[in-house]
């Protein structure tokens, strides 16, 4: 076995619950089956030591818990917690990533459902490639984006290859002046944004970076609800999920790798994002077939949640907290 591949997993206390699906989801897929790999947990802001531990201990896989420290990475000491996590990891990413063939950065909040994950880690492996997820947004970059003070672009450019900071799949060794510039731009550039000067955000320092530094035509973009179903793709009625025979697929067909979002925000959430599907999926848009298609959305949303449940709970590694539904009974 040849292929050395890496995944970077940034994280604070209050988002155990997800990363201990995504490390129990990376073992129900067997995506350590094809190549040696190797998970680093960036963890920050104290997390539980027995459960550092045992996330060490209890896979197939090789877990490396490193502690994410504030003296470590040159950043403004006015950063929030929840932003120098985000900023940080790319710093660590840099600093361990150069001695796999392909690495990876997932946000916590995600989980795989699909072993094909890993066949994204061959396609860019020995190459400069990076498989990214659309993000949509073709966002203009003008005068009100600053570093040291200067326009970043002159004249200003528009980021047509738009795409989320996870997931991102690559070889280090050719990415590393990218990460480089994001680290200066992202915690030391500025953005006017109502009627202030304020930090720009991760995934728009992202691609700043990529194109700041050339390297946009190296980029494979996949459709968002494949990886990271951003804007709601997954109650989208074009969009929605489909599981027949443990093979997940959107409905316009397009193959599932991951799947990513906060799945027990409260025992209303199916609930709630059925509302909103309806109000602005269908009444907006004046369709009317949301009788016809509810039914189908409502079971795709059913089966994630059901799978993050089970990932928690009835997988390899039980989660330590208290049960999150303890009256949760559904199965689909």
């Given at each position: ?293 509810a039914p189908k959305i409502q079971k795709g949303l059913e089966k ?29």
């Amino acid at each position: 076995m040849n292929k050395n591949y890496a995944i970077f997993i940034g994280c604070t206390p209050n988002f155990k619950k997800y990363l201990n699906a995504l490390l129990n989801s990376i073992e129900k897929q067997g995506l350590y089956n094809d190549c040696c790999l190797t998970v680093y947990v960036l963890h920050y802001n104290g997390f539980n030591e027995s459960y550092l531990k045992a996330i060490t201990e209890s896979f197939s896989y090789i877990v490396i818990p490193i502690e994410v420290k504030r003296e470590d990475v040159h950043h403004p000491p006015e950063t929030k917690n929840n932003e120098f996590i985000k900023r940080a990891r790319f710093k660590y990413l840099l600093e361990y990533g150069s001695e796999y063939d392909v690495v990876c950065l997932l946000d916590a909040d995600m989980f795989m459902v699909s072993p094909d994950f890993m066949r994204l880690f061959d396609l860019v492996n020995g190459t400069d490639q990076l498989i990214g997820c659309n993000e949509k947004f073709k966002w203009e970059i003008g005068s009100n984006y600053t570093y040291e003070d200067d326009p970043i672009f002159n004249p200003p450019q528009k980021l047509y290859r738009m795409h989320c900071s996870v997931p991102i799949i690559f070889n280090l060794n050719h990415w590393k002046e990218v990460f480089e510039y994001y680290l200066k731009v992202a915690f030391f550039g500025r953005q006017f944004k109502k009627e202030q000067w304020v930090e720009i955000g991760d995934i728009t320092s992202w691609n700043i970076s990529v194109y700041k530094c050339n390297k946009q035509d190296n980029i494979i973009v996949f459709p968002m609800e494949v990886m990271c179903q951003v804007h709601q793709t997954y109650i989208h009625p074009d969009r929605y999920i489909h599981v027949e025979n443990k093979y997940w697929f959107t409905e316009a067909g397009d193959r599932v790798y991951c799947i990513q979002g906060r799945w027990n925000s409260n025992l209303d959430f199916i609930e709630d994002k059925m509302n909103w599907c309806k109000e602005n999926f269908f009444d907006k848009l004046g369709r009317n077939d949301f009788d016809k298609l509810a039914p189908k959305i409502q079971k795709g949303l059913e089966k994630i949640q059901q799978t993050w449940y089970d990932l928690n709970f009835k997988s390899k590694l039980v989660l330590d907290e208290e049960n999150i539904w303890e009256t949760f009974n559904r199965e689909v």
